[in-house]
């Protein structure tokens, strides 16, 4: 018998610091399986098919979804983004934990479908220092912050729909709260009481009979 691996879900609003946590948090979990999403844009220069994306045009994509092959997708700019429902279906039921960085959409959609995922909120210390973050990008037009900057603040109240609140005011002390919360719920009552209450009943009942 072999215990279900858990999905965590990362999230937040644009400018907490999402793929940053995320890229470094996956050197000090070596077993944590980072899914990989479908998108229909065009690879970049460095990335492979099957390591940063799989990449899909428009029709495949949308095959995807009539199939019910994707946990969660939206457009984003203009691509199509989402995340493939076997390959991390094919994970957890290999007991392995899997990690999905995605967006607040994303997010609601995964949990409508495993409401047992473990859902972390991602947040800057201070709408100021989320302002700093957006402009450090150096990308944003004044009108695109402002866009931007409104959207990031609105999808802070979405926090009350996830398990856990995670403040990134430092990359590394974010890191070790994330790993403090996917130990607690490994070690979770609910995830290990019908793994463990069987063969622990079976065993005391092979003890009485002896």
């Known amino acids: 018998m072999i215990q279900t691996g858990l999905l965590i879900v990362l999230s937040g609003p644009s400018g907490a610091g999402k793929g940053t946590v995320c890229t470094a ?23 492979a098919e099957g390591v940063n994306y799989f990449f899909k045009s428009r029709e495949q994509f949308q ?37 999905l960085e995605i967006d607040i959409q994303g997010a609601l959609q995964v949990k409508r479908q495993f409401p047992n995922g473990v859902f972390i909120f ?19 037009t004044e009108e695109s912050f402002r866009l931007r900057f409104g959207a990031a603040a609105g999808e802070l109240k979405y926090m009350d729909q996830y398990d856990y609140v995670v403040v990134n005011d430092r990359v590394d002390d974010a890191c070790r709260r994330i790993r403090s919360i996917i130990e607690a719920e490994r070690c979770s009552v609910p995830r290990n009481i019908d793994f463990y209450r069987h063969p622990f009943q079976n065993e005391l009942k092979s003890e009485t009979r002896n």
């Not at 700019?77 to 392995?96: H, I, M, Q």
């Not at 201070?126 to 302002?131: D, G, H």
């Open 63 to 99: 095959e995807m979804v009539e199939r019910d092959e994707l946990l969660e997708w939206a457009q984003v700019y203009g691509n199509f983004y989402g995340t493939p429902r076997k390959y991390v279906e094919d994970f957890l039921a290999a007991g392995k934990d899997v990690l």
């Open 25 to 47: 948090l996956r050197p000090t979990m070596p077993d944590l399986n980072v899914s990989i999403s479908a998108t229909t844009r065009a690879p970049r220069s460095g990335e």
């Open 122 to 140: 991602l947040i800057p210390p201070s709408l100021e220092e989320l302002r700093s973050r957006i402009i450090g990008r150096g990308t944003e």
